[in-house]
């Protein structure tokens, strides 16, 4: 099977919600306002729900509390809450697909680290919509789970990576094709923007990352967030381009602050996303 194949299996078998759809057509349309969007929002009270428990997060850790889809709006703004949704929807895909041929716990403290590290390194680098970064980082490995639903044994296969060769490297040897690939090629048939599945399916060209702020922003989340899994297999040196540092006026300290911060969040955002999983003590 080719990454085309497992992404037609993902958008066959989950279907976005409908207010994915609708909130994208609502902020591509000038005349629409923040009330229309709140509109579509309440009209789920299920995603209403969760998108204030999202809202109320760590996630955003807003000063005051939002108790109403159209004060979220208001607060956090459209293209925000447009990320809340995916965030959901996410969380809903990555449930419907999940199953025990990978380590669960470890795909979704990967994932969300590097959400909560892409986010913190767009802040640091003055991207106006950081909260896009996250939805960038927490979908990045989303082709894993299409895989372990479709090919069990080859994504066990691929988790059992050596420590002699890189995850994607590893991927592509065994399936011909990297997770990223088919977690773009899933975004791209959801008819999500070219904003979210370039990056993704892009997280491992080095040559675009030098040329492009978004792709190197998920190129450094992603393998910062496997640095802080995996902290005794993969080095700095290893994984870290410095010209893609230079490009984006960052210093090592900088990463290992964020970093740090995400050990410091993750638990709470894994918490909200998947309480099965990660049952507070």
């Known amino acids: 099977m080719q990454a085309t194949d497992y992404a037609l299996a993902v958008t066959d078998s989950f279907a976005l ?58 607060v956090i703004g459209g ?83 050596a420590a002699d060769i890189l995850p994607w490297d590893w991927q592509q040897q065994q399936l011909g094709f990297t997770y990223a690939e088919c977690s773009g090629q899933i975004l791209m048939l959801w008819n999500l923007p070219s904003t979210l599945f370039t990056p993704i399916a892009n997280q491992h060209n080095l040559d675009l990352s030098l040329q492009q702020t978004d792709v190197a922003i998920v190129y450094l989340a992603v393998r910062l967030a496997l640095m802080t899994i995996f902290k005794d297999q993969y080095s700095y040196a290893r994984l870290i381009n410095a010209d893609i540092l230079r490009n984006l006026k960052l210093t090592e300290a900088e990463l290992e602050n964020a970093m740090l911060s995400a050990r410091v969040e993750a638990y709470k955002i894994l918490v909200v996303m998947n309480p099965e999983l990660f049952v507070i003590p």
């Open 79 to 161: 293209k925000a809450l447009y990320s809340l949704v995916m965030t959901e929807t996410a969380r809903s895909a990555f449930k419907h697909f999940e199953n025990n041929a990978i380590d669960l716990e470890r795909f979704w403290q990967q994932s969300v680290f590097a959400g909560l590290i892409a986010k913190q390194l767009a802040q640091e680098t003055g991207q106006k919509d950081a909260e896009r970064f996250f939805l960038l980082g927490l979908l990045h490995n989303f082709g894993e789970l299409a895989v372990a639903n479709r090919s069990p044994e080859l994504a066990s296969q691929c988790q059992d990576v």
């Open 17 to 74: 919600p409908d207010a994915c759809t609708r909130i994208k057509e609502l902020l591509e349309d000038p005349s629409s306002t923040a009330s229309d969007i709140a509109e579509v929002v309440s009209l789920d009270p299920s995603l209403s729900s969760k998108l204030l428990k999202l809202a109320n997060s760590a996630l955003y850790n807003l000063s005051t509390e939002i108790s109403t889809i159209s004060r979220a709006v208001n």
